[in-house]
């Protein structure tokens, strides 16, 4: 029997493997991608190329740049089939199922006739255009899932914008300012990323037993719906339209947290000083509250965040500045979640390939607190009942 002090209930502190995609530092309150500080990839790289990164270990050069920019837009269309699929989805469905349901799809038309099931997980190479095919994709999936619940017609991709300006151009069918644009590209940047958060972590398991890429795609975009991770950006604005103005922060927060809510946009399981990302966030977020003069937003924020630092000692991560930028930015809340498929697409492909490169099944053991063993009454044992009892050592699989 397993010591129950051995037990990591929520894998807490658990080192689950190696990784050489990021390093997340609490201590020092860092992040680095393939080595680089993601504060820096944010201020000088655009996403494309932080997606290059990501995928191979280096960034880009010119040619290379060109060479992704070049496959990613030949993959920018959202395909008829995908978008017949998307308006099966109920409107009044959350849009995470949207993109679950298109990638499942994306991924069925692609290994269309890839043989048996030894062969899912592909080649390094198959993986590579596979992680590119769905970055250039979602955006588009996204752009209509948001166009659509508003009534509004799809756009198509403009071939003279990069990824950034263009997947603004789809949402909202007109070229945005270069200011959003830059605030969008950094927003892309910070969530590409993570190390082994629940989604990234849901993609190497589905990815550790030699399934295919899309598979695991598909289970990370479920892990990242919950409100307790990527959802939270969504539930920050929730939050904001509940508390409505800064001075209504301390009723609203003595209500709170009497009731023993969660207030979302706070904490975080391995940063317990701050959030490396925020503070690059929320100057992107502070440049957009004077584009688009809101102070108010201002208020609220600082309001909400320095009552709730002050009595709590919980700090903001990215999802507390990312959610009322794109707010500002003309996002749909309900939208917000699935941006951040977009950009975390590339941390969960590079793990995924990752993981086929070295790979060992995932397969955790479990502490047993059911029912002693009894048996169904008037049950007689037969020889195979016999037999299994002489191998009490067998794995079960
Ligand atoms: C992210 C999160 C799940 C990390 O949680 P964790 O490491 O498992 O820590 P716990 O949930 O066990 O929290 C530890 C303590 O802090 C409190 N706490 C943590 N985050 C809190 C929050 N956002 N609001 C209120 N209390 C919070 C817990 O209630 C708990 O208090 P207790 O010890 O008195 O029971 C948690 O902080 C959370 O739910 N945050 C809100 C959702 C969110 O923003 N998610 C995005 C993450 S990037």
Known sequence: MTDTTDIKKGLAGVVADVTAISKVNPETNSLLYRGYPVQELAATQPFEAVAHLLWTGELPDAVALADLRATEREHRALADEVRAVIDLVPLDAHPMDEVRTAVSLLGAQDLAGSGSVLAASGSAEDNLRRSIRLFAALPAIVAYGQRRRRGQEMVAPRDDLDYAANFLWMTFGEEADDLVVDAFNRSMILYAEHSFNASTFTARVIASTLSDLYSAVVGAVGALKGPLHGGANEAVLHVFDEIGEAANVSPWLDDALENKRKIMGFGHRVYKRGDSRVPTMKAALDT??????????????????????????????????????????????????????????????????????????????????????????????????????????????
């Open 288 to 397: 957009l509250i004077e584009h688009y003069e809101r102070p108010d937003v201002a208020e609220l924020y600082d309001a909400l965040e320095s009552e709730f630092v002050a009595r709590k000692g919980i700090y903001p991560n990215l999802d507390y500045p990312s959610g009322p930028a794109y707010a500002l930015m003309g996002f749909d809340t309900l939208t917000f979640t699935p941006l951040f498929v977009a950009a975390r697409v590339t941390g969960w492909t590079a793990h995924v390939m990752e993981q086929f490169g070295a790979n060992a099944l995932i397969r955790p053991l479990s502490e047993y607190v059911g029912p002693a063993e009894r048996h169904v009454e008037g049950y007689v044992p037969d020889a195979a009942d016999v037999e299994v009892a002489e191998r009490p050592e067998e794995a079960a699989g």
